[in-house]
């Protein structure tokens, strides 16, 4: 098997007194979309932040290919490469769709104005937000706000997209929207680590589940081994609550 992408090893992350994180181990192929699950609370969130080094780890090492990610990379550039979809979308709400687009191309990526809007209203075009390039955020709805925050994360161009619970913030009819453009990047290949509640979403669209529980990864299995027939008791409970509400 090839060098992973990334590998988390040993990563852990305490707030005060609370072990949050306490020595998570995986590793992500290329193509691979693992979705993460588990109560709030349980670390989901803070695992990506880490990644991204939003937060800074304990203890721990994150590598992308095969090199420490944290001395061996510039921070820009890690992050262009490993890119993320927030929770609350975190548009610039002075700048227009597709300037929300551009500028991260121009100030990280160094690229013209011109290419930068090239690409932006491609990606813009591919989660079907290409039409309200002009309009500012508070004129579109969260589903909206999201899609272009996917395409904004798309035009940094990275091998690997992480999505911090996407549809949480999102009245539920929004939410298969934003669900049916992440499940077309899924198909076109895109590596995407997800921390996710929608079940029948990581059931159907991942290659891989971790479920987390106590700042621990407690079952990691393919998603119809991890649904049918979950192997530890903490995730049997989790999953007959979940799934009472969902399925």
């Given at each position: 098997?090839?060098t992973?992408?990334?590998?988390v090893?040993?990563l852990q992350?305490?707030?005060?007194?609370?072990?949050?994180?306490?020595g998570?181990?995986?590793?992500?192929?290329t193509g691979?979309?693992?979705?993460i699950?588990?109560?709030?609370?349980?670390?989901?969130?803070?695992?990506?932040?880490?990644?991204?080094?939003?937060?800074?780890?304990?203890?721990?090492?994150?590598?992308?290919h095969?090199?420490?990610a944290?001395?061996?990379?510039?921070r820009?550039?890690?992050?262009?490469?490993?890119?993320?979809?927030?929770?609350?979308?975190?548009?610039f709400?002075?700048?227009?769709?597709l300037?929300n687009?551009?500028?991260?191309?121009?100030?990280?990526?160094?690229r013209?104005?011109a290419?930068?809007?090239?690409r932006a209203?491609?990606y813009l075009?591919?989660?079907?937000?290409?039409?309200y390039?002009?309009?500012r955020?508070?004129?579109l709805s969260g589903?909206?706000?999201?899609?272009?925050a996917i395409?904004?994360?798309l035009?940094?161009?990275?091998?690997?997209?992480?999505?911090?619970e996407?549809?949480?913030?999102?009245d539920?009819?929004?939410?298969?929207?934003?669900?049916?453009?992440?499940?077309s990047?899924?198909?076109?290949g895109?590596?995407?680590?997800?921390?996710?509640?929608?079940?029948?979403?990581?059931?159907?669209v991942?290659?891989?589940?971790?479920?987390?529980?106590g700042g621990?990864?407690?079952?990691?299995?393919p998603?119809?081994e991890?649904?049918?027939?979950?192997k530890q008791?903490r995730?049997?409970?989790?999953?007959?609550?979940?799934l009472?509400?969902q399925l």
């Open positions: 098997m090839s992973p992408i990334l590998e090893v040993g992350k305490h707030f005060g007194d609370l072990a949050v994180l306490r998570i181990d995986f590793s992500v192929q691979d979309v693992i979705c699950i588990g109560s709030s609370g349980s670390g989901k969130s803070t695992l990506l932040r880490c990644i991204n080094f939003l937060e800074q780890p304990d203890g721990g090492e994150i590598r992308y095969g090199k420490n944290e001395t061996s990379w510039k820009t550039e890690y992050c262009a490469r490993v890119g993320m979809v927030f929770q609350s979308f975190n548009l709400g002075n700048l227009s769709v300037d687009c551009v500028l991260g191309q121009m100030q990280v990526l160094h013209r104005r290419e930068s809007e090239e209203l491609h075009e591919r989660v079907g937000m290409a039409a390039r002009g309009a955020p508070a004129q589903g909206q706000k999201q899609r272009v395409a904004r994360a035009c940094m161009e990275p091998e690997i997209l992480l999505f911090d996407p549809t949480s913030a999102l539920p009819e929004m939410v298969g929207e934003v669900l049916s453009v992440m499940q990047l899924a198909a076109a895109m590596t995407m680590l997800i921390v996710t509640h929608e079940m029948s979403f990581a059931r159907d991942s290659t891989r589940v971790l479920f987390m529980d621990v990864i407690a079952e990691e299995a998603p119809a991890l649904f049918s027939h979950p008791p995730t049997q409970e989790f999953l007959r609550r979940v009472e509400r």
